[in-house]
């Protein structure tokens, strides 16, 4: 199931790799609104070929052995269960991490290395497909095999990865040179992205089929509103503030207005970079505390 999941879910990197490679180079030369609209073209074309391609396949009969549970219900066996309530914990937290480091990757390539738009898209899209592709399908498989001999093994894995990839990926931050930064940024994210298919796998093993899906809904829902809703705004204003305070002014927002990322070498530039670059590196963090949370996950479940 963890390695499903895992195949199933290669279609963000792809998509990340795609869209920030060709939408980086057609904002380069056409401008961004133009990107919006060739990705926005491609994005209905494709879903009008799924409509009229894909088809839904037969469903199996199932046995219904009880009624349906309702939704508070299904929640409350999520917050209750302490395997569940730190695999939830655990994964928001990456998602909170994910959504704020991948928001500001491009700015923080253009502001860090001075690459212009079409440069720092194509070095975000060769960070998170290639992290994203390797490391959803490692972690799937690798968990899945280990979990043979161990069941908690399938959380504990990607805990441990998290774990591991957060330092690494943190020096990478730092570097002042691209390549040093590019290959340690994209040796630590190789293991963030072991995480969301061995937890899937690992809720659905534990609610029934009752549950399943309504929990799997809610787990998703949470998930991705806790990353897409608090990762960005705060990594914003991390940056903001760490940028000011390398700027050593309390006014940095009005005197360095537009300017941040503009002049190469000028105070406000440096101190965008090195806000943007602390920010980051901080987000980077989350990965630690979202590992622990797996791995306390791990310990609790029921073998």
């Known amino acids: 199931r963890a390695s499903a999941i895992s195949l199933f879910m290669l279609g963000v990197p792809v998509a990340a790799f795609l869209g ?12 961004w609104r133009a990107t919006f609209y060739v ?10 070929l799924a409509l009229l391609v894909m088809r839904e396949p037969a469903r199996q009969d199932v046995a219904i052995d009880a009624e349906r549970m309702r939704l508070k219900d299904v929640f409350l066996i999520l917050v209750r269960d302490r395997c569940m309530r730190h695999i939830l914990i655990g994964v928001s937290v990456v998602s909170l991490g994910a959504f704020g480091i991948n928001t500001f990757l491009p700015a923080f390539f253009a502001r ?15 960070l998170s497909g290639i992290a994203s592709a390797i490391g959803t399908i490692a972690g799937g498989y690798g968990a899945e095999w280990l979990a043979r001999r161990d069941a908690r093994m399938l959380i504990a894995v990607p805990g441990i990865g998290a774990i591991v990839g957060a330092p690494i990926f943190i020096i990478g931050v730092m570097q002042k040179d691209l390549v040093p930064a590019f290959c340690l940024m994209l040796a630590g994210s190789l293991f ?3 995480a969301m298919g061995p937890a899937i796998a690992a809720l659905h093993g534990l609610l029934d089929s009752r549950s399943r899906a309504t929990g799997s809904a809610l787990f998703l829902l949470i998930m991705y509103l806790t990353g897409q809703g608090f990762g960005p705004p705060i990594a914003g204003l991390a940056s903001d503030h760490l940028s000011a305070w390398a700027y050593g002014s309390a006014n940095f927002a009005a005197q ?9 070498g000028s105070a406000c530039a440096q101190a965008g970079a090195t806000g943007i670059r602390l920010a980051i590196a901080c987000f980077g963090a989350f990965y630690i505390w979202s590992g622990l949370h797996l791995i306390w996950a791990a310990r609790y479940r029921r073998v």
């Open 39 to 48: 990705i926005g073209g491609i994005g209905l074309l494709v879903s009008i």
């Open 256 to 264: 360095c207005a537009g300017a941040v990322g503009q002049v190469s």
């Open 192 to 194: 963030f992205y072991m």
């Open 20 to 31: 920030s490679s060709i939408g980086g180079s057609i904002a380069a030369s056409h401008g």
């Open 112 to 126: 860090s290395f001075n690459l212009d738009v079409g440069q720092a898209g194509l070095a975000f899209g060769l």
